[in-house]
């Protein structure tokens, strides 16, 4: 047993803090994912969420999502905040927005990391399979180092 660095109560674990102790000294609020978190009831939660459930009067449902409408997600204002489904949010974010197409070389990119994603999540696949997965993905490789470097192809020996 060990005694609290705060209070001196004994605590069984090996940590310096008791929990009060150690709940007293969290941060009241910080920021993480670009969103900032504050604890509330034993909960780590968005203060824009908290935000938009105060003025409401009620607490969010499961297909509502808060949109910053200036897109800085430290703003919480409430005239900053919208109210809007997760489709309607998704619409904003990514089928509505003007992205630029994606080059050839990053679609390249996103298959190769996908095909290695399945293969590590993959239980069911054949020894086989995985072996010809794996060589397309060295294909794959060594066509984007000679893309890269001026050529086509390996040169010829």
């Given at each position: 047993?060990?005694?609290?660095?705060?209070?001196?109560?004994?605590?069984?674990?090996?940590?310096?803090?008791?929990?009060?102790?150690?709940t007293?000294?969290r941060p009241?609020?910080?920021?993480?994912?670009?969103?900032?978190?504050?604890?509330?009831?034993?909960?780590?939660?968005?203060?824009?969420?908290?935000?938009?459930?105060?003025?409401?009067?009620?607490?969010?449902?499961?297909?509502?999502?808060?949109?910053?409408?200036?897109?800085?997600?430290?703003?919480?204002?409430?005239?900053?905040?919208?109210?809007?489904?997760?489709?309607?949010?998704?619409?904003i974010?990514?089928?509505?927005?003007?992205?630029?197409?994606?080059?050839?070389?990053?679609?390249?990119?996103?298959?190769?990391?996908?095909?290695?994603?399945?293969?590590r999540?993959?239980?069911?696949?054949?020894?086989?399979?995985?072996?010809?997965?794996?060589?397309?993905m060295?294909?794959?490789?060594?066509?984007?180092?000679?893309?890269?470097?001026?050529?086509?192809?390996?040169?010829?020996?």
């Open positions: 047993m060990s005694k609290c660095i705060d209070c001196g109560k004994y605590i069984r674990k090996r940590a310096n803090r008791c929990l009060s102790c150690y007293n000294s009241k609020s910080w920021v993480s994912r670009g969103y900032r978190f504050i604890h509330v009831d034993g909960k780590d939660i968005r203060v824009h969420r908290h935000i938009m459930e105060i003025h409401l009067g009620r607490k969010l449902l499961g297909g509502e999502t808060v949109h910053h409408i200036n897109g800085d997600k430290l703003d919480n204002r409430i005239e900053n905040l919208q109210l809007m489904t997760n489709s309607e949010h998704m619409y974010h990514h089928i509505g927005s003007k992205q630029r197409p994606r080059s050839d070389n990053s679609k390249q990119k996103m298959s190769i990391s996908m095909k290695k994603v399945w293969l999540r993959s239980k069911v696949v054949s020894q086989e399979t995985r072996l010809k997965m794996s060589a397309s060295k294909i794959a490789r060594a066509r984007k180092f000679w893309n890269n470097h001026g050529s086509t192809s390996p040169p010829e020996s």
